[in-house]
């Protein structure tokens, strides 16, 4: 395999994500539409540098798979954590919460939103400058 189709991206780009809920340049490519049979949402979302949603929760939870890059996650109250390619993480309902690139990174994760049936996501304030630039 070379290294051009190492460097490959699975999925294409999408569309873009809401100026309302995203800061700098995110983009969504959708993957698997809730349904009453599975209850679940999966999307593809790719974060360039900078890019970050709002503060959010999820009323059925949310389960990241961190695909390409450098990121953070982080809970309200809690330090920012990096995430990088190969993680996992998990995001219990109604937990307050943030997901982005960091700065010099671009970041790509698999977001899997389960328990549909309660809500996909309720959006909060977006993360300030101040804030992100404090993780730096
Ligand atoms: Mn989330």
Redesign the pocket.
Known sequence: MSNAENTESIFTQGDKAPADYFMGNAWIKKLVASDPVFNTQIGNVVFEPGAR?NW???PGG?I?IITDGTGYYQEKGKAAQIIRKGDVIT?APDVV???GATANSSMTHI?V?TNTQKGI?DWLEPVTDDQYKSIQ
């Open positions: 949603n959010h929760t999820h949310q990241l995001i919460h943030w997901h977001a939103n996501v």
